[in-house]
């Protein structure tokens, strides 16, 4: 069964510098009935005026990674990283026992609009790792291309979590089908144009709940961005 959240339906946050849609439970957005989903834990739609942007904070045990859509991203961290993540780059940041780090806008004149995903790790502590590499639009065009998972598979990036996210490219008549093991979750998100998961209509800002639902059609696309989450089968309790 599909359980369709619809983008309307996120939190929002505005700032005037930031512009930010909250699909989990985030900061001064709380939601009993959005905490998360198994292991991921925050899709944050994120606009930064040009030059602005998040001052130096911390992290730790989390696995955080940053997905450009338009404009450049600037990272600077504890690890001594300094990097500008461009669309089509995947940059992800396990933070173990713990990392600072700012990110930016990286033009003065365009804004820049990312998606920022937070992932429970299968452990706490560890040393803090930066990963950064580009997938470029035909390693994603009509098809999910697997973009991060907990074994590196296919020039992947490693995650501490028994997780693998693909993105793909759908339009026309491009379509792509995914079969999951027996038993696992799922979580798809659009992030942006329009798709038709199995047979379901998404539109931008759109996410969907799966729980064991072994097969995943994407098609009949209009410039549409998907990310897909293969997720353990694992229940996050309620908020009081």
Same mark, same amino acid.
């Given at each position: 069964?599909?359980?369709?959240?619809?983008?309307?339906?996120?939190?929002?946050?505005?700032?005037?510098?930031?512009? *930010?849609? +909250? !699909?989990?439970?985030?900061?001064?957005?709380?939601?009993?009935?959005?905490?998360?989903?198994?292991?991921?834990?925050?899709?944050?739609?994120?606009?930064?005026?040009?030059?602005?942007?998040?001052? !130096?904070?911390? +992290? *730790?045990?989390?696995?955080?990674?940053?997905?450009?859509?338009?404009?450049?991203?600037?990272? *600077?961290?504890?690890?001594?990283?300094?990097?500008?993540?461009?669309?089509?780059?995947?940059?992800?940041?396990?933070?173990?026992?713990?990392?600072? +780090?700012?990110?930016?806008?990286?033009?003065?004149?365009?804004?820049? +609009?990312?998606?920022?995903?937070?992932?429970?790790?299968?452990?706490?502590?560890?040393?803090?790792?930066?990963?950064? /590499?580009?997938?470029?639009?035909? =390693?994603?065009?009509?098809?999910?291309?697997?973009?991060? *998972?907990?074994?590196?598979?296919?020039?992947?990036?490693?995650? /501490?979590?028994?997780?693998?996210?693909?993105?793909?490219?759908?339009?026309? =008549?491009?379509?792509?089908?995914? !079969?999951?093991?027996?038993?696992?979750?799922?979580?798809?998100?659009?992030?942006?144009?329009?798709?038709?998961?199995?047979?379901?209509?998404?539109?931008?800002?759109?996410?969907?709940?799966?729980?064991?639902?072994?097969?995943? !059609?994407?098609?009949?696309?209009?410039?549409?961005?998907?990310?897909?989450?293969?997720?353990?089968?694992?229940?996050?309790?309620?908020?009081?």
């Amino acid at each position: 069964m599909l359980q369709v959240r619809k983008a309307a339906d996120r939190g929002v946050a505005e700032h005037g510098w930031l512009s *930010s849609r +909250h !699909t989990f439970s985030f900061a001064g957005y709380r939601d009993p009935h959005q905490v998360g989903f198994s292991d991921l834990r925050v899709i944050n739609e994120d606009r930064v005026a040009p030059g602005q942007g998040f001052g !130096t904070h911390p +992290h *730790s045990d989390m696995e955080i990674f940053s997905y450009v859509l338009e404009g450049a991203l600037a990272h *600077s961290d504890s690890m001594g990283t300094g990097s500008k993540i461009l669309p089509g780059d995947v940059q992800l940041m396990s933070a173990g026992t713990g990392v600072t +780090h700012s990110e930016f806008n990286g033009s003065d004149d365009e804004p820049v +609009h990312f998606l920022q995903i937070w992932i429970m790790p299968a452990h706490s502590g560890g040393k803090p790792v930066y990963q950064q /590499q580009h997938f470029s639009e035909a =390693d994603k065009r009509g098809r999910l291309r697997l973009i991060i *998972s907990p074994d590196g598979q296919d020039g992947s990036l490693r995650i /501490q979590q028994d997780t693998r996210i693909y993105a793909g490219l759908f339009d026309g =008549d491009e379509s792509a089908t995914l !079969t999951l093991d027996k038993d696992r979750h799922a979580y798809v998100h659009v992030a942006r144009g329009s798709v038709a998961l199995n047979g379901e209509k998404l539109e931008a800002g759109d996410g969907v709940r799966m729980r064991k639902p072994e097969t995943l !059609t994407l098609g009949g696309g209009k410039d549409a961005e998907v990310l897909v989450f293969d997720l353990r089968p694992h229940e996050l309790p309620q908020m009081p």
